[in-house]
């Protein structure tokens, strides 16, 4: 498996241009929550809800992206941690609110990759996921490298 620096460095590359490093730093999330939301939003098996109501597709996602983000680094993964919760707590609220959960996520998603593709046309290189599917898993943790980076927290 590739080190952080590595996946940060070949996903970096197609991610220069300051006006789509800023439209990722918001579209990055986003996308995150709307396809939490979105998975969340479809039927469980029963047995997921004899163990918990919050056991659905969506938290069962957060909870393999964590095991993911974990064996890639644990101190990433200890980083990601308070971003799983915020987005399960966020999607949570967003499923209280009137308008279905589904729908408000499918906009949010559509949205913020609309974000994403203006970026990428900014910048002159396609995404990094048509080169492998793993960097839709690295573009949130390499928000956080940058952090990481800021503070000398090692990775």
């Not at 101190?75 to 999607?91: Q, Y």
Request: net charge negative; proline share 7%.
């Amino acid at each position: 498996m590739k080190t952080p620096d590595e996946w940060f460095a070949e996903y970096g590359e197609s991610h220069q241009h300051p006006v789509n490093k800023t439209l990722h730093w918001v579209c990055v999330p986003l996308i995150v929550l709307s396809l939490v939301g979105l998975m969340w939003s479809l039927p469980v098996p029963e047995a997921f809800r004899e163990i918990s109501p919050a056991l659905n597709w969506g938290t069962t996602f957060l909870m393999a992206a964590t095991v993911y983000y974990f064996i890639l680094s644990f101190s990433l993964a200890i980083g990601m941690l308070p971003f799983v919760v915020l987005v399960a707590v966020a999607v949570g609220w967003l499923d209280t609110l009137e308008a279905p959960l589904w729908a408000t996520s499918l906009a949010i998603f559509v949205t913020a990759w609309a974000g994403q593709f203006a970026g990428h046309a900014w910048e002159g290189k396609k995404p990094s996921f048509f080169k492998d599917m793993q960097f839709l898993m690295i573009g949130p943790v390499w928000l956080l490298g940058f952090i990481y980076r800021r503070l000398n927290i090692p990775y």
